[in-house]
T-cell receptor, first 112, second 115 residues
Framework: RKEVEQDPGPFNVPEGATVAFNCTYS??????FFWYRQDCRKEPKLLMS?????NEDGRFTAQLNRASQYISLLIRDSKLSDSATYLC?????????????WGAGTKLIIKP | GAVVSQHPSWVICKSGTSVKIECRSL??????MFWYRQFPKQSLMLMAT?????????EQGVEKDKFLINHASLTLSTLTVTSAHPEDSSFYIC???????????FGPGTRLTVT
């Protein structure tokens, strides 16, 4: 089982729709969680951190379920510019403060 | 703030030659720098972690004698791909970590093609 698993997609979604991604992680002791966005042939960019209480940033909402070991990302009113690959990232903790475990990403395509 | 640059952004080299990639933190001091490799349609794979002034820690399966990492200062780390082969063709990305934070700041990446 991969440490961080994501549905690779692609998700083809019409503009304006709401789309949600899930990500599961295997290490129950994981401490920090993030969603990154990566455009084709570009470096990943931090979209948002994921907090235990859930957090929202504009059209984006992230949630964490520690009991089930999954993280979700919800995008409302999707825009064409949201088309990208969304990477779920987990910090496993255990003294490796900086180490990040990356999911393979979910590709999102927003269609006009 | 927290800008990381990489140079070159792309490079084509012949098999058997060596290529050096630079990673610089422009407006902050990076305690730790990371080197990743990403093949098409695959996730980022951590190659090594380097702390300024000490030897890099390589991930399992990454040849330290082939991928030489130098982290001479808090703002510069270099990755040298020695005796490059076509299978080394990939997207190499560096990132920098700031002390006390889990967040990493990424460079724009270097696309290496070995012919």
């Amino acid at each position: 089982r991969k440490e961080v698993e994501q549905d690779p997609g692609p998700f083809n979604v019409p503009e304006g729709a709401t789309v949600a991604f899930n990500c599961t992680y295997s290490n129950s002791a994981s401490q920090s969680f993030f969603w990154y966005r990566q455009d084709c042939r570009k470096e990943p960019k931090l979209l948002m951190s994921v907090y235990s209480s859930g957090n929202e940033d504009g059209r984006f909402t992230a949630q964490l379920n520690r009991a089930s070991q999954y993280i979700s990302l919800l995008i409302r009113d999707s825009k064409l510019s949201d088309s990208a690959t969304y990477l779920c990232v987990v910090n496993p903790g255990g003294g490796s403060n900086y180490q990040l475990i990356w999911g393979a990403g979910t590709k999102l395509i927003i269609k006009p | 703030g927290a800008v990381v640059s990489q140079h070159p952004s792309w490079v084509i080299c012949k098999s058997g030659t060596s290529v050096k990639i630079e990673c610089r933190s422009l407006d902050f001091q990076a305690t730790t720098m990371f080197w990743y490799r990403q093949f098409p349609k695959q996730s980022l794979m951590l190659m090594a972690t380097s702390n300024e002034g000490s030897k890099a820690t390589y991930e399992q399966g990454v040849e330290k004698d082939k991928f030489l990492i130098n982290h001479a200062s808090l703002t510069l780390s270099t990755l040298t791909v020695t005796s490059a082969h076509p299978e080394d063709s990939s997207f190499y990305i560096c990132s920098a970590g700031v002390g006390g934070s889990y967040e990493q700041y990424f460079g724009p990446g270097t696309r290496l093609t070995v012919t």
